[in-house]
């Protein structure tokens, strides 16, 4: 069972950028669909992006097409979260999560993954 360890929230003011990155043995390797949902307070937890293990194919939720970008590095079972053009209203906490089946079965409304970290806070504030 994977252990996601999530790292490099903070508190920035908005328009800034912030990189989260997620760990985790076999994180690249042994999972379909690896990515990041989010949940901030008094909100249902939120998608924010998922990117496929087998061709790479990606997917962001609508409130972050355009500014946040998901990558992945196989070689050190790393996956990372860039932050652009960071608003108030993404402040939350943010998980790094995995699932054996694919980002097209997991990445919904609420999202369905069925590993997940203990999450890195992101607070936009001016």
């Known amino acids: 069972q994977v252990q996601p360890v999530e790292s490099g929230g903070g508190l920035v003011q908005p328009g800034a950028s912030l990189r989260l990155s997620c760990a985790a043995s076999g994180l690249t390797l042994d999972y379909l669909a690896i990515g990041w949902f989010r949940q901030g307070p008094g909100k249902e937890r939120e998608g924010v992006a998922c990117?496929?293990?087998?061709?790479?194919?990606?997917y962001y939720g609508d409130s972050v097409k355009g500014r946040f970008l998901i990558s992945r590095d196989t070689a050190k079972n790393t996956m990372f979260l860039e932050t652009f053009n960071l608003k108030p209203e993404d402040t939350a906490l943010y998980y790094c999560?995995?699932?054996?089946?694919?980002?097209?079965?997991?990445?919904?409304?609420?999202?369905?993954?069925?590993?997940w970290g203990q999450g890195t806070q992101v607070t936009v504030s001016s």
């Open positions: 999560a995995a699932d054996v089946l694919s980002c097209t079965d997991v990445f919904r409304t609420p999202p369905d993954f069925t590993f």
């Open positions: 990117i496929s293990t087998t061709d790479n194919s990606t």
